[in-house]
């Protein structure tokens, strides 16, 4: 039976001094973290019984420094080595099989051995010292360099089928770097960045999910009026106050905008897909524009608001989660109502005012 050896192994908690052996055909399951009792692994290589049938392999947070032992591993079409400490990639470019590599928070910074692996479909860069990005990958649907500091995207325009797009942290300011032939992207994540204008985003009338949070300086979103396809917007902690382009997104349902400038929710009152908004510490007074939503929406969080008045949400028989803390909630018979209605709610720090 294939056994795969495991060298210089620091840190066990295991009875022998000899190389642990482990056998991974223990069940048909993909194998990742193959076991508790190593936390800290220096070198990791094979015996001459290499798994000639593994696909699926993976030995993530496990403090590897060194990754050898992949070159064998042939027919791999799935290998997971994310959280480790690999600088080295290079054993990774003899795996012609693999379709989703998992190389996440290691320290590589030279990825051009990658170009060897065109049928990549899933490519996970996040959290590493890359600064230069010029794969050419045709087959690549999904590709996360978040937390890297990249200074050159040119590959994306290589890389025509993408549809998931992840680079939050990336120091990015200028858009146009994102190649608008990539026109079935759907996920598009440019989380923490310094991007103060968005029209170029316009070419991406596929989008459906779109993450601007924390651009501070960000304050127009008039180009989304085109990502008509949005289901899932957030905007949280930039200096955005208008909402207006939202109107248009009829099949958005999910919305975060939490520590913003909006006061304004008519945008709003027509999107009869939305289930979940998130927009506490914002600067919002009324909520009445949500009254006709009462079919879908079943969570909200306006806590750290202005909101002094929730009749208008009586309504509303589909909440699982509602949050106005720190709100001037007028009725105490109001609380006693929702209370029968919500499976939680949350109501710490709230002000009541009692009224005649």
């Known amino acids: 039976m294939p056994i795969i050896e495991l060298l210089a192994v620091n840190d066990l908690s295991w009875p ?25 692994i220096q070198v990791l290589s094979f015996n001459q019984e290499f798994l000639q049938e593994t696909q699926e392999f993976g030995f993530n947070n496990r403090g590897i420094k060194y990754c050898y032992l992949v070159s064998y591993l042939t027919n791999l079409t799935k290998l997971n080595l994310s959280c480790n400490n690999i600088s080295d990639i290079s054993s990774v470019s003899k795996l012609k099989n693999l379709k989703k590599l998992y190389l996440g928070s290691n320290y590589i910074e030279d990825i051009s051995v990658l170009q060897s692996l065109p049928d990549l479909i899933h490519l996970h860069l996040y959290e590493n010292r890359i600064t230069s990005y010029t794969l050419a990958l045709p087959s690549l649907v999904y590709l996360s360099l978040s937390d890297n500091k990249l200074q050159d995207k040119s590959g994306l325009q290589h890389s025509p089928k993408l549809e998931r797009l992840y680079l ?10 994102i190649p608008h032939q990539l026109f079935g992207l759907k996920d598009l994540n440019l989380y923490h960045n310094n ?10 009338v596929d989008l459906q999910s779109l993450d601007l949070c924390h651009n501070k300086q960000l304050q127009n979103i008039g180009p989304l009026k085109f990502c ?20 248009f997104m009829k099949n958005l349902k999910t919305l975060e905008m939490y520590k913003t400038k909006v006061v304004d929710l008519h945008p709003l009152q027509n999107l009869y897909q939305l289930q979940y908004i998130s927009a506490y510490d914002a600067c919002i007074i009324d909520i009445t ?17 202005q909101i002094t008045d929730t009749d208008t949400l009586q309504h509303h028989k589909n909440f699982s989660n509602y949050n106005f ?27 009541i005012y009692l009224c005649k």
């Not at 008509?228 to 109107?247: G, N, V, Y």
């Open 228 to 247: 008509t396809q949005l289901k899932k917007l957030r905007i949280d902690e930039t200096s955005i106050a208008d909402l207006w382009p939202l109107q």
């Open 289 to 305: 524009p949500l009254s006709k939503l009462t079919f879908l929406l079943f969570s909200l969080d306006f806590s750290f608001n």
């Open 16 to 40: 022998y001094t000899k190389p642990l052996q482990l056998d991974l055909r223990l069940s048909q399951q993909p194998l990742f973290t193959p076991g508790y009792f190593f936390s800290s």
């Open 195 to 204: 991007i103060i204008e968005i029209s170029y985003l316009s070419n991406f």
């Open 325 to 351: 803390s720190d709100q001037q909630v007028p009725k105490t018979d109001e609380l006693k109502f929702y209370s029968k209605i919500l499976s939680v709610v949350a109501l710490i720090q709230t002000r």
């Open 168 to 177: 939050s942290e990336t120091k990015t300011t200028d858009l146009r770097t």
